[in-house]
């Protein structure tokens, strides 16, 4: 799992677009109590250092300062944080090249011994981008030859289509587990190269184009000290650098089969089927895998190998074709996890009531992970395969499927890497990834480290596959055909499960579905990120008195300029609709999200945000007077009830409200301020509803620059002409939202069809 951000918190950076009326309802805020006032943080000097080494001395001080900020566990693993700046600093200083660096910063980032936790270089990018580039190139050479032929745009035969795209995936399509210290196959993909060539599960792979597995795995038990982690993943490191590589080309396999007969076969690599997904920006694309098939007249079996977006499709369609199963076995072997968001849409469509996934625990906050029920549900009894490289999401998920008792799980313990993260650009090319929360199961255990322990453990063994039988899979069936198991309508809780360790469970209770979620502590106060290592506790200063209720002519003078360079307050106040099209990017955390945006306005019945990135789709923020309705293409949804009229909830109210003199009952000039790279005037305004503001213009163009009031504020920018108007390109807030947009329409015709809600396959029973 690489998520990124929980979705309430990307709905908090959607939300300040909607600035308008909620500055205009609340009161002036009493003084904060007494707080630590940071000292100011000094960066590392670079006196005498080349451009290469202070960009390297760059890069590891802003790894360092993230850890530091943003890191979930604000003890750092009971490490001195500040002293291991201190002991890697001279190493970094002293560093020959980036490759160096970021040995360097992979050591110091395995201190603190938590998954998702790298140092991503950029040679993963580079390579992605080159394949991009000759996939582009690719598809313009067939649209030619396409054009050349003068054949239909859907003329194209089918062996130009997407089969020589560079980001495919080619190989014999198998999969391996380390079984004792022997390489064993234990899947051998439909139709598939390796299978042709007579690849069957439980044969050994003794070498790969006469690279030794044995000896491989020697020396690097002896060069990571029998890491357990490197243990685990290193089959899937064999299937992707040494079974997998070049489309057409071929893979030297020797191999023991059942007779333990050493056996030889050279095998061409062929593309495996799948998608390239994107789990973000800041993240390599990988391949995503989904099967699904009927295991026999009353069990229906999907496998999918990541938590990335056309999960939610593909699983859905899943539960239609198997609408009349009265089993589901849900196959998570191997699956390296995803977005957290994937996880609960699928949990939505597995039960009929709230379903807890776990709770996510930040630094400074928890916040509980709710999953709303979908009208498309799978009824029946429910198992869960997981292995050794099940991760992440895919821990989650099977978690909270036991948890809850909605089903049980089959296979041996997880690998225990459960940490939510997101990632950071750094000045070298590569990008840090790193853990922003800890996660806790439904029944409050914590998995990072630990992982799932299955309700049966059944471990592989080499002769049970040999005979074609699989044996965690054999052992999910039984308990599926075993009258009263898996209780498809309500599973138990903990208190309503006998004979756990026995290997034998009776369930004499009833699922308990999650309870919403309790009101919500106030918040403790954020503190804003330390880049330093000490602090100095200050005892803030009392509450000032309220300014003089006066308005200053400066003031004026400043407003009235605005609404005349602008193009006035009466041609602000005549845009009733319009349709934006940009870019958004939002910052949280120090990592960036960047996505499509649009927006629709249709005069005070309706305003619409679009939201769209590669990794989660569409989020769908649709303001009208009654409500606030969120909708997302990974299926998690909130309503929220509001009074607020649409012409308040545009951002146009902050500009309109800065030439509005009449409304302010004080404005007081307080002369030029640094916001920014920009100088700005500002003003103290107060409504006549009692709310208190401040105005910014800039000094340079005296266009507005910001609006803030009690919930926050808006910054505006790169104004262009629209006809008679000025129009800000560039709509920010609070350093973690920017709006460019690249094309404006105002007082244009709105298709209705466009704020319909959008439907999904899981909306339909």
């Known amino acids: 799992m690489r998520n990124r951000i929980s979705f309430s918190r990307i709905l908090v ?23 630590a006032i940071e000292s100011v943080y000094l960066p590392p000097k670079t006196d005498g250092l080349s451009p290469e080494q202070k960009i390297r001395l760059e890069a590891f001080d802003k790894v360092w300062r993230t850890i530091y900020n943003y890191y979930f566990d604000g003890k750092f693993g009971n490490i001195n944080w500040a002293a291991i700046k201190l002991e890697f600093e001279p190493k970094v200083r002293a560093a020959k090249s980036d490759e160096d660096l970021h040995d360097l910063l992979d050591q110091m980032l395995g201190r603190l011994k938590v998954s998702h936790l790298a140092i991503i270089r950029p040679e993963v990018f580079e390579a ?110 064999i299937v992707q650098h040494l079974l997998n590589g070049d489309k057409d080309s071929t893979v030297k396999i020797e191999y023991l089969d059942e007779k333990d007969e050493l056996k030889e076969q050279i095998i061409r690599r062929e593309l495996i089927r799948g998608t390239i997904v994107s789990m973000g920006d800041n993240i ?13 007249q009353d069990t229906g079996y999907i496998y999918f190998n990541s938590f990335a977006l056309p999960t939610i499709e593909r699983f859905c369609e899943s539960l239609g074709k198997f609408k009349e199963k009265k089993n589901l076995v849900i196959d998570l072997r191997g699956n390296s996890g995803g977005i957290i968001a994937i996880s609960m849409a699928l949990t939505g469509m597995l039960s009929d009531r709230p379903f807890e996934l776990g709770t996510a625990i930040y630094r400074h906050s928890s916040e509980p992970l709710i999953t709303k029920p979908k009208a498309k549900q799978f009824k029946g009894k429910i198992a869960v ?29 997880t690998a225990g890497e459960t940490l939510p993260s997101v990632s950071v650009d750094l000045q070298t090319g590569a990008r840090l990834l790193y853990p922003i929360a800890n996660f806790r199961t439904a029944n409050g255990k914590f998995l990072e480290g630990s992982g799932v322990t299955p309700d049966k453990v059944i471990a592989l063994d080499r002769a049970t596959l040999l005979k074609g039988i699989d044996p965690q899979l054999a052992a999910a069936l039984e308990e599926l055909r075993t009258p009263r198991s898996l209780d498809s309508g309500d599973g138990p809780d903990s208190s309503d499960i006998k004979g756990r360790d026995s290997g034998k469970v009776e369930f004499t209770g009833t699922m308990k579905a999650a309870a919403p979620p309790p009101p919500p502590p106030p918040p403790k106060p954020m503190p804003k990120p330390l880049n330093n290592l000490g602090t100095v506790n200050v005892a803030a200063p009392p509450a000032p008195a309220e300014p003089p209720e006066r308005i200053e002519p400066k003031a004026i003078e400043l407003m009235k300029e605005f609404e005349r360079l602008s193009g006035g307050y009466e041609r602000y106040q005549a845009i009733k609709s319009y349709e934006l099209v940009g870019n958004i990017e939002t910052v949280a955390m120090a990592a960036r999200d960047r996505r499509e945006f649009r927006s629709f306005r249709n005069g ?6 679009i939201t769209r990135s590669e990794a989660l789709g569409e989020i769908r923020t649709l303001r009208t007077g009654r409500s606030i309705a969120y ?120 298709d209705p069809k466009v704020f319909e809600p959008k439907l999904y396959c899981f909306d339909s029973p």
Do not use: C, W
């Open 604 to 609: 005070d019945e309706a305003l619409l945000m």
């Open 631 to 750: 909708r997302s293409d990974f299926g998690v949804d909130e309503v929220i009830d509001t009074r607020t009229a649409v012409s308040e909830a545009d951002f146009l109210f902050s500009i309109i409200s800065s030439m509005r003199i009449d409304n302010y009952v004080r404005l007081l000039y307080l002369g030029e301020f640094p916001r920014g790279d920009r100088k700005v005037h500002l003003i103290d305004g107060k409504t006549k509803e009692g709310v208190t503001v401040a105005i910014y213009f800039d000094v340079e163009t005296k266009m507005l620059s910001g609006f803030e009031g009690p919930s926050g504020g808006l910054s505006f920018s790169d104004y262009r002409k629209i006809g008679e108007l000025m129009f800000p390109y560039n709509i920010s807030s609070q350093e973690f939202l920017n709006i460019q947009l690249s094309d404006v329409k105002l007082n244009t015709a709105i």
């Open 385 to 413: 395969l997981t292995d050794e490289l099940s991760v992440s999401s895919a821990e989650m998920f099977a978690s909270a499927i036991q948890a809850t008792g909605r089903g049980k799980v089959f296979g041996v313990r």
């Open 128 to 237: 992605i981008e080159f394949a991009k580039e000759t996939a582009r190139e690719k598809a313009e050479e067939r649209e030619q030859r396409r054009i050349a032929r003068g054949e239909a745009e859907d003329d194209e035969s089918e062996d130009e289509i997407d089969l020589d795209d560079p980001l495919s995936v080619y190989g014999p399509d198998i999969d391996l587990r380390l079984i004792g210290n022997k390489f064993v196959v234990f899947r051998v993909g439909p139709n598939s190269a390796a299978e042709y060539r007579g690849i069957k599960p439980g044969y050994v792979i003794e070498s790969v184009d006469d690279v030794s597995l044995s000896d491989l795995l020697f020396r690097i038990t002896l060069l990571e000290k029998g890491s357990s982690f490197v243990r685990r993943h290193l089959p899937q490191e």
């Open 284 to 296: 390599p694309e990988s391949q995503f895998v989904y099967r699904d098939k009927e295991l026999d």
């Open 13 to 35: 950076f959607l939300f300040v677009l909607g600035f308008g009326s909620e500055v205009t309802s609340q009161r002036r805020r009493p003084a904060p109590p007494p707080r």
